[in-house]
């Protein structure tokens, strides 16, 4: 809707600038013709801004995607993290592909197998850099510059790719036995944020990279935070709370002096 509104205010005001235009003269032939341009070009540049604002992601996208990046290598990463306050603290888990890290709970997005025809059509290259090659079903992608805008399109309809963040909480929270599954068959949770950047340079990667994460706030019941209070005391190596301020520094915590990871910040955006 946002979009529309846009894109209608653009035709409205070339045509009110054109109209104006016709008004002040006294032929009526002119005024006609020059309403009636008006209203075309209106429509026209009302269609074409709506064109290149894919996703409202905006022209700077649009042209570096169309042009500059056109043929470049992106590599893509689409990926919910959970916001878990308790005691006003925030709930970070051990990673399991960098050592000595805590980390929001969390992971990348997965696609499903419907949505190979519409990946092979914008040339999609399993990313596997960071030793991924048992999960080559994540959103964790390459695709050519010319193909960004499709697939962040395609993303945002939620066709044929998981959108529920609860697999990554069970997957790292319940099935490691940290918390009890009966305590959290149901829980609540609203997405609050969204933590995209646009096109930047990964010296980790060596190419360009999007980064895309939703932010989901879990809404906790006082059994459950008292559950997660005593998960943090039993698994002090592979849970801890970090307060905002640790968090925005990236602070070292735990006994072993564990680093926070990069994406910890997100959480508070």
Known sequence: MRKIVKSLGVGVAFAAIAGGCALASDNLTLQTCAAIASG??????????????????????????????RNS????????????????????????????QYQPVGGVYKYYDEAKPFLDSIKYIVHTKNGNTDETDDLRISVKGK?????????????NREYDPRREFFEELIEPGYLPAEKFKDFKYRKVSVHNVGLTYSEFHQEDEWIHADIFELKLSGEQKELI????????????LVSPDEIKRRAQVGSDRTNLGTNAPWILE
């Open 40 to 69: 075309i070009s209106g429509t026209a540049i009302s269609a074409l801004y709506e064109y290149i604002d894919t996703q409202g992601q905006g022209l700077k996208m649009w042209f570096k995607t169309h042009f500059s990046k």
């Open 73 to 100: 290598d992106i590599f893509l990463s689409f990926s919910y993290l959970y916001r878990i306050e308790v005691d006003g603290k925030y709930l970070m888990v051990a990673g399991h592909r960098i050592s000595a």
């Open 147 to 159: 193909y960004l805008l499709k697939f962040y399109e395609w993303f945002s309809g939620m066709d």
């Open 229 to 240: 209070r005593q998960a943090v005391a039993n698994y002090p190596e592979k849970l801890c």
